[in-house]
């Protein structure tokens, strides 16, 4: 069975403070790992999606980097406005989307 | 372009009822997945479709059905509602079904109370 662990579960920075989220999962075959933002009452936001070990993605304060075991989320001197829950999900047959239980990241001003 | 729509956005049920919860997919994406989320959790897949046709199911009861239209949109079903089936309902479209993974990109959810 598939299984995706997110760590820390949660994680409260200073702003400016650079860090790291992780995703380890254990699938049979992965066809894309993805990372989504999810704030609180909503739908989960697009953000990357790794197919392939040694593949990065940036976007603004965002990098995404994918092994063949685990995912890393780099934010770069965070804002509060990056507070939020941070998703890990994979996908290994038909679409099916099989989530960690997400990181909470609370940046204080 | 509009995003993923669902409906309605609030819903509060008893036991033993039955709900049917509505989603509009991107234009153009033929895919339709149902996720439910409990709170402090990540989203669980239930079901997906593709052009009409199930795809994928996950490990939930038969009280859970849904369909999908020839417009590609799609209505998700639960019979005989338990306490446990309150959650967030979230609706993800995708252009196809997974022989890649297709990004999918979720609506805003249905919060489904059950009492």
């Known amino acids: 069975e598939d299984q995706v662990t997110q760590s820390p579960e949660a994680l409260r920075l200073q702003e400016g403070e650079s860090s790291s989220l992780n995703c380890s999962y254990t699938?049979?075959?992965?066809?894309?790992l993805f990372w989504y933002r999810q704030d609180p009452g909503k739908g989960p936001e697009f953000l990357f999606t790794?197919?392939?070990a040694g593949e990065e993605k940036e976007k603004e304060r965002l990098k995404a980097t994918l092994t063949k075991k685990e995912s890393f989320l780099h934010i770069t001197a965070p804002k509060p406005e990056d507070s939020a829950t941070y998703l890990c999900?994979?996908?290994?047959?038909?679409?099916?989307?099989?989530f960690g239980q997400g990181t909470i990241l609370t940046v204080h001003p | 372009d509009a995003g993923v729509t669902q409906s309605p956005t609030h819903l509060i049920k008893t036991r033993g009822q039955h709900v049917t919860l509505r989603c509009s997919p991107i234009s153009g994406h033929k895919s339709v997945s149902w996720y439910q989320q409990v709170l402090g959790q990540g989203p669980q897949f239930i079901f997906q479709y593709y052009e009409k046709e199930e795809r994928g199911r996950g490990n939930f009861p038969d009280r859970f059905s849904a369909r999908q239209f020839p417009n590609y949109s799609s209505e998700l079903n639960v019979n005989a509602l338990l306490l446990g089936d309150s959650a967030l309902y979230l609706c993800?479209?995708?252009?196809?079904?997974?022989?890649?993974?297709?990004?999918?990109?979720f609506g805003p959810g249905t919060r489904l109370t059950v009492l």
């Open positions: 699938v049979s075959g992965l066809r894309g």
């Open positions: 993800a479209s995708s252009f196809r079904t997974s022989g890649g993974a297709d990004t999918q990109y």
């Open positions: 999900a994979v996908c290994t047959s038909y679409g099916k989307l099989t």
């Open positions: 790794l197919y392939s």
